[in-house]
T-cell receptor
Framework: AQKVTQAQTEISVVEKEDVTLDCVYE???????LFWYKQPPSGELVFLIR??????QNEISGRYSWNFQKSTSSFNFTITASQVVDSAVYFC????????????FGKGTMLLVSP | AAGVIQSPRHLIKEKRETATLKCYPI?????VYWYQQGPGQDPQFLIS???????DKGSIPDRFSAQQFSDYHSELNMSSLELGDSALYFC???????????FGPGTRLTVL
């Protein structure tokens, strides 16, 4: 069975602070995919990143960066110099390496960025 | 680029009524997934279809049924609605080579 744990229920920061959202996963699959989604108050799920289990390179996209560590089954997400528009619920998700695998989501972390 | 279309975007129903949610996948996508997200919860997988056949089933109540039609659009039928069915319902589509699901904007169902 697959499981995704986001231990941080809610994080509050002040604008311009850096913030890291934690994600720990469990799977018996040898190959799998990890994802991060952003859900703003409007409700839609915004895709942020997909990472294959074979690719442990860290990734940076603007103010966003992701640290994938297979040894600790973690896929953490850092926002640098946070902005009010970053306020949202962030979900980490996991799927098997199969074209038609379903997603298992974590419980989400609500990030509140205040001015 | 075309995205996944869901209709309606908002729906208000009374208890014990029925509701039908529709999903139009991205063109040439052959697989559709349905997820339910209750208030303050994470999305939970309900059911999926590949080439018009059910491919996987999650925590979908027996009161719900779904199908995928010849044009690949999908409908989620919900009967005997309960207050607890109030949620955001997402549809996602994909093809095997993507290993990624593309989500629609969701349908917000409120049961009064």
């Amino acid at each position: 069975a697959q499981k995704v744990t986001q231990a941080q229920t809610e994080i509050s920061v002040v604008e311009k602070e850096d913030v890291t959202l934690d994600c720990v996963y469990e799977t018996r699959d040898t190959t799998y995919y990890l994802f991060w989604y952003k859900q703003p108050p409007s409700g839609e799920l915004v895709f942020l990143i997909r990472r294959n289990s074979f690719d442990e390179q860290n990734e940076i996209s603007g103010r966003y960066s992701w640290n994938f560590q297979k040894s600790t089954s973690s896929f953490n997400f850092t926002i640098t110099a946070s902005q009010v528009v970053d306020s949202a619920v962030y979900f980490c998700a996991l799927s098997a390496d199969s074209g038609y695998s379903t997603l298992t989501f974590g419980k989400g972390t609500m990030l509140l960025v205040s001015p | 680029a075309a995205g996944v279309i869901q209709s309606p975007r908002h729906l208000i129903k009374e208890k014990r009524e029925t509701a039908t949610l529709k999903c139009y996948p991205i063109p040439r996508h052959d697989t559709v997934y349905w997820y339910q997200q209750g208030p303050g919860q994470d999305p939970q997988f309900l059911i999926s279809f590949y080439e018009k056949m059910q491919s996987d089933k999650g925590s979908i109540p027996d009161r719900f049924s779904a199908q995928q039609f010849s044009d690949y659009h999908s409908e989620l039928n919900m009967s005997s609605l309960e207050l607890g069915d109030s949620a955001l319902y997402f549809c996602a589509s994909t093809v095997a080579t993507y290993n990624e699901q593309f989500f629609g904007p969701g349908t917000r169902l409120t049961v009064l």
